[in-house]
Structures are given as C-alpha cells and as structure tokens.
C-alpha cells in the first residue's frame, strides 16, 4: 500500500512530535560539512525536524509535505526558536523546482515515493541544483522489513543503493551505502534499521 494523506495527516495530528525534534544524524552530519549555508530544499519534511535545524544554522529553507498537520508542527517548532519556514503543503510532483530554487543541498530524509512519483521529482530535483549542489538522502531499504523500527512495508517505497547510482548517475562525486543503524528518533523509528545513505554532489 502507498501512505494516503489521511494517514499522516492522523499521525502528525497527535500531539507529541512522532519523530522527535532533533535532526537526523546524517542529514546533520552532512550539512555541517557545508562551509557555507545556501538555499535548502526538504520533501516529503512532515513536522519539521531537519527544516529547523537547518534554519537554526544559517540555512534559507523551503520544505513540502502533503500534510497540513505536519506543516502546524513544524512552523511551531520554528517558531519556539524564533526562526521562519517557507512550507508548502500539496502534492510533490505539483511543486515548482525551478520556481523556488536553485538550490543548494536537496534533502530527502525518509522521503519515501513510489516508484511512479520518483520517476517525476528526482529528475526535476537534477535539474533544480545549483552547478556543485547536492543531494542528501536516508531512505530505508527492503531489508528493513525484516525490522521493527519502522518505515513502509510496500517494496515500491524502499529504496536501494543501485537504485541512487542509476537516479543520480550524473552527478560528480556519489556515495551510496546500505548499511544497518541504530535509530533512536522516537517511537516510530527506534532500533535496528536498514537503511541506504547517499550524497551526490552536482
């Protein structure tokens, strides 16, 4: 099955903040080694995790989510920290790129499109990158089926390291890995995971 949008729309109606405030390590791990903030794209960003971390540290942010919820929580926690969020609720493959951009760092951190809607946003987000920008991404694999620290269980909505060569194989330099985690990211991502990291610069 494919998430509808009632489906978070339900789970980022609850009151705690289901996958925590703190960025993702990767995603933070990463972005701090960018000497110098741009401008930052983050999909399917839900309550806003990465988003205000990345403001709180120089970043111009522009976040999409399809979940009005997700969009309430996430301008809360930004606005407790004094910070602004440029969030757009709607449909990804509906969102000007090229309008907004270009940009310097695409996030896509647990941003988990089918294999159709891929097809239209990666290409888009390619084309939407300033000359040396990049593509950050945590997705997890379809070994993480085989675990309970959550994540789709629809094959179509996992992703694999072959999978980011072939979607970015134009860009400069690529890295790509599957590997097992340890998340601790609240109640639905906590434990042992696989997931696939990649960082492709352009």
Not at 19 to 40: M, S, V
Not at 66 to 80: C, D, I, P, Y
Not at 183 to 193: I, Q, T
Request: aromatic fraction near 12%; charge should be negative.
């Amino acid at each position: 099955m494919q998430y509808p949008q009632q489906f978070w729309d339900d789970r980022y109606g609850q009151s705690e903040y289901v996958y925590g405030t703190h960025p993702n390590d990767f995603f933070k791990e990463q972005l701090e080694a960018i000497p110098t903030p741009g401008k930052l794209l983050l999909l399917a960003e839900g309550e806003g995790r990465n988003a205000v971390f990345a403001a709180e540290h120089g970043w111009q942010v522009t976040a999409v989510d399809f979940s009005e919820n997700g969009k309430a929580k996430a301008t809360a926690l930004a606005e407790s920290r004094g910070l602004r969020l440029d969030y757009h609720v709607g449909d990804v493959t509906q969102f000007d790129f090229e309008k907004y951009g270009p940009w310097d760092v695409i996030g896509l951190i647990y941003s988990h499109f089918p294999a159709d809607v891929r097809a239209k946003v990666f290409p888009k987000c390619l084309t939407s990158l300033r000359p040396g920008g990049q593509i950050i991404l945590e997705l997890f694999t379809p070994e993480q089926l085989n675990y309970t620290s959550g994540g789709p269980k629809d094959l179509d909505l996992l992703y694999t390291a072959d999978q980011a060569r072939t979607d970015f194989a134009q860009a400069k330099t690529l890295y790509a890995e599957e590997l097992v985690i340890e998340l601790d990211e609240s109640k639905f991502h906590r434990g042992p995971a696989a997931v696939v990291r990649c960082v492709a610069t352009f």
